[in-house]
C-alpha cells in the first residue's frame, strides 16, 4: 500500500522560532498533499492543499504567510511554521494522493509543542 | 460549504455491535469516508461510500444515503484493539478536498 512519512514526529520549540516539518510519499507521486491541524480532542482541520510545482491554496482563517508551504516535487511537501506561539501547538498531518484517486494516505503526523 | 454531525463518546463490550452515525450537509457531494484513529496516530482508512447503500468489509460496514445526508459505520464483534475515534469525513465534487466530522470515541470495555 501506499505510505506516507512525516519527519519530525514530534518537535519541541521555543517561542519565536520557526518549525519545519516535512511530508514524504514513500512509493508513489504523490500529485497533491493535504496539511491537516487537530488540537486534544478535535477533529482534523485542513489547513491548506498543495499541488506540485504550484501555490499552496489556504483555507479561510489559515494565515499563509505564517505557515509556508512547499511542495516542490512529487515525493515532498513541507510546512513551516513560523514565529512559532504556544497557541500554534497541535498536532499536525499530512496526506497525500495521486492524479483523480479518491483516496487520501495519511503521514503518522507530528505533535508540535511550542514553549 | 459543509456540516458534519457526529455523537462524541460510547462505551461498548467486547464482542458487542456498534453503530456509529453521522450525518452531513454539503454543497456538493462525492463520497463519504469513513477512518479509524487511535490517541496521538494519524487517521487509517476503513471504508468509501458513494452511492447509496451497505459496504460490508469484514467486521466493518458502512451505509450511506445521499438523500437524507446520512452514514453509519456499523463495528461488529468489538475487540479490544477497536477502542479509538471514528471519523466520518466528506469529500467536495469538483477537488479531493475532505471535511472531517468532530469523530466519534468508542471505548471497548471486557
Given amino acids: 500500500g501506499a505510505v506516507v512519512s512525516q519527519h519530525p514526529s514530534w518537535v519541541i520549540c521555543k517561542s519565536g522560532t520557526s518549525v519545519k516539518i516535512e511530508c514524504r510519499s514513500l512509493d508513489f507521486q504523490a500529485t497533491t498533499m493535504f496539511w491537516y491541524r487537530q488540537f486534544p480532542k478535535q477533529s482534523l482541520m485542513l489547513m491548506a492543499t498543495s499541488n506540485e510545482g504550484s501555490k499552496a491554496t489556504y483555507e479561510q482563517g489559515v494565515e499563509k504567510d505564517k505557515f509556508l508551504i512547499n511542495h516542490a516535487s512529487l515525493t515532498l511537501s513541507t510546512l513551516t511554521v513560523t514565529s512559532a506561539h504556544p497557541e500554534d501547538s497541535s498536532f499536525y498531518i499530512c496526506s497525500a494522493s495521486w492524479g483523480t484517486s479518491y483516496e487520501q494516505y495519511f503521514g503518522p503526523g507530528t505533535r508540535l509543542t511550542v514553549t | ?110
Fill in chain 2, 1 to 110: 460549504g459543509q456540516n458534519i454531525d457526529q455523537p462524541t463518546e460510547m462505551t461498548a463490550t467486547e464482542g458487542a455491535i456498534v453503530q456509529i452515525n453521522c450525518t452531513y450537509q454539503t454543497s456538493g457531494f462525492n463520497g463519504l469516508f469513513w477512518y479509524q484513529q487511535h490517541a496521538g496516530e494519524a487517521p487509517t482508512f476503513l471504508s468509501y461510500n458513494v452511492l447509496d447503500g451497505l459496504e460490508e468489509k469484514g467486521r466493518f460496514s458502512s451505509f450511506l444515503s445521499r438523500s437524507k445526508g446520512y452514514s453509519y459505520l456499523l463495528l461488529k464483534e468489538l475487540q479490544m484493539k477497536d477502542s479509538a475515534s471514528y471519523l466520518c469525513a466528506v469529500r467536495e465534487s469538483g477537488n479531493n478536498r475532505l471535511a472531517f466530522g468532530k469523530g466519534n470515541q468508542v471505548v471497548v470495555i471486557p
